[in-house]
């Protein structure tokens, strides 16, 4: 039986940044429906109208999606913006160049919306966004790339970091691999969907990871269908 004690330090088949062609996009378009209809894009929109709300009088917001995916949930969080009568300048970070233009294509009608080809890890952080946000993005790292990651975030953000990602639970696991199991059509879905949860992180988890990484002011939510959402703010950033 499978343990859940630790994160698993298995790769995922999307992890193979070279990976490319129909069965990608059919990875982005399922994951879109099952964040839609399971909840998780509306984790990062909740959080956003968070950060809005405590920031009134800012009307511009400049906004970095770290492993973008297909770009949905830049246009999604978008509508939100412009609800509230705010602009945007949204870039979207991934590091496989089939994603970046399969993302090129899906936000082709937001002239607000840019996609780079970048590994945010491994290369420099061009500028300081007022947002940087992450979508079960970062239980792809082991625990000390990501408090590196997250140390270096600091130093390109100015109001807040969103973080919207999984908690590894047995119940979740097996959850999904069964809900996966009979409707997804990709074979990438299939292994990558229960691997995720499997290298997900657990509430002590991610208090330990924020301290390493220097945080001291931020938010932990758990929420359905086993989330954590997490918001860093300003003075735990500087």
Known sequence: MKKFSQRDDNKEILDNLEIEGEAVSQNLKELD????????????????????????A?????????????????????????????????TGFDANSFIVKYAQAH????????????????????????????????????????VLLLAKLKQHTATALIINDLHR??????????????FSKSYLVKNDAALSVAKGFKKAEWTTILKRAGY????????????????????SLR
């Open 58 to 90: 800012k009307k511009h917001w400049k906004i970095a999606d770290l492993g973008c995916g297909s770009g949905h949930l830049m246009l999604e969080m978008h509508k939100v913006l412009k609800q509230k009568s705010c602009t945007a300048e949204f």
């Open 216 to 235: 001291k002011r931020y938010t932990i939510k758990w929420v359905w269908a086993f989330r954590h959402q997490i918001i860093l703010y300003p003075d």
């Open 107 to 146: 936000c082709v009608n937001d002239p607000s919306i840019r996609i780079l080809c970048q590994n945010v890890l491994t290369n420099p952080f061009p500028e300081v966004y007022d947002i940087i946000h992450a979508s079960l993005f970062l239980h792809h790292f082991t625990t000390d790339e990501l």
């Open 33 to 56: 429906i099952i964040n839609t209809l399971l909840g998780g894009n509306a984790i990062s929109v909740v959080a956003l109208k968070t950060v809005l709300k405590f920031n009134p």
């Open 169 to 182: 639970h047995r119940l979740a696991y097996y959850a999904i691999k069964w809900l996966t199991g009979l």
